[in-house]
């Protein structure tokens, strides 16, 4: 049983390790390789658009996620649901 605890503790850890994210220092060495492979030079006027056109990018694209998910969630931000539920009842004479 301890082995499986232990295994299980590992792949834990291990699908944690997966969800990190990337560090403003990381992201930006990431942009920046990537103006590079697009064939921009660094420090001039063309790689700092790009590197600008990146993170516009990356604000509408995470914008538009949280627009999605306030509308396709109505409990999140507390919008009115309405439960309807018919009462039958019989009739007596």
Known sequence: MTRHRLLAVMAMTGMLAACATMTPAER???????????GFRKGTEGFANCLLRLDLSRRADRRAM????????????????????????????
Do not use: H, K, M
């Open 28 to 38: 930006r060495a990431a942009d920046e390789q990537a103006c590079a492979g697009y």
């Open 66 to 93: 949280e627009q999605d998910w306030s509308y396709n969630d109505p409990f999140l931000y507390g919008s009115p649901v309405v439960i309807y539920r018919p009462i039958y009842s019989r009739r007596t004479p």
